[in-house]
C-alpha cells in the first residue's frame, strides 16, 4: 500500500508542475502576443503576471504534496510536524491570494473604480486568511511544546540503550 501512495503522488505532484509549466507557457505566449498585436500591452502584461503567480502556487503545492508524501516518507505522527506542514500550505496560499490580489487591483484602478471591490475581498481574504495562520500558530504552541521531538526522544533513548549494562545498574 505504501508504494501504491507514493506512485500515486508522484503522479499527482507531476501533473501539477506539468500544470504549472502549461501556465507559464500560455503566460508568456498571451504576454509576448499582446505586445506584437499592440493591443492592450499592459492588460496583457498584467494577464500574464496572474498567471504566473497562480503558476507559481501550482507548482509550489506540487513540490510540497512531492517533499511531504514522497520524500519525506512519514506520516504526521507529532503536532510539531503538522504544525510545520499546515503553515507551509497556507504560507504558499497566503502568498498567491496577496499576489493576485495586488494585479486585480492594479487592473481594476486602470478601470472603474467599481472594478476594485473583488480584489479588495480578496485583500481582505489574505489577510484573514493570515490571521488565521498566526491564530493557529498560537494555538498551538503549547501542544508543540508539550510533545518533545522524536530527535530529542531518538537521542535521549539512544544515550539510554548505549550505555553498558553494568553502567545501568550502577
Known amino acids: 500500500m505504501m508504494i501504491f501512495s507514493r506512485i500515486l503522488y508522484t ?48 507548482a509550489d503545492v506540487g513540490k510540497f504534496l512531492f517533499e511531504e508524501e514522497v520524500i519525506s516518507d512519514r506520516e504526521l505522527r507529532r503536532p510539531a510536524e503538522a504544525r510545520g506542514s499546515l503553515t507551509k500550505f497556507m504560507t ?16 481594476a ?8 471591490v473583488y480584489p479588495g475581498l480578496l485583500v481582505l481574504l489574505a489577510v484573514l486568511a493570515m490571521v488565521g495562520l498566526g491564530l493557529f500558530q498560537k494555538l498551538s504552541q503549547n ?15 539512544k544515550s539510554s540503550s ?9
Open 11 to 58: 503522479g499527482i505532484a507531476g501533473a501539477l508542475l506539468a500544470a504549472a509549466v502549461m501556465l507559464m507557457v500560455v503566460a508568456i505566449w498571451q504576454t509576448a502576443t499582446g505586445f506584437w498585436t499592440g493591443d492592450g500591452a499592459l492588460d496583457t502584461l498584467l494577464d500574464g503576471i496572474g498567471l504566473v503567480i497562480i503558476a507559481v502556487a501550482v
Open 92 to 107: 504558499i496560499i497566503i502568498i498567491a491570494l496577496s499576489l493576485e490580489s495586488l494585479v486585480l487591483i492594479t487592473k
Open 162 to 170: 548505549r550505555k553498558t549494562p553494568a553502567a545501568k545498574e550502577a
Open 143 to 157: 501542544t508543540t511544546a508539550i510533545v518533545p521531538d522524536m530527535k530529542e526522544g531518538e537521542e535521549k533513548e
Open 109 to 116: 484602478s486602470r478601470t472603474a473604480m467599481s472594478d476594485i
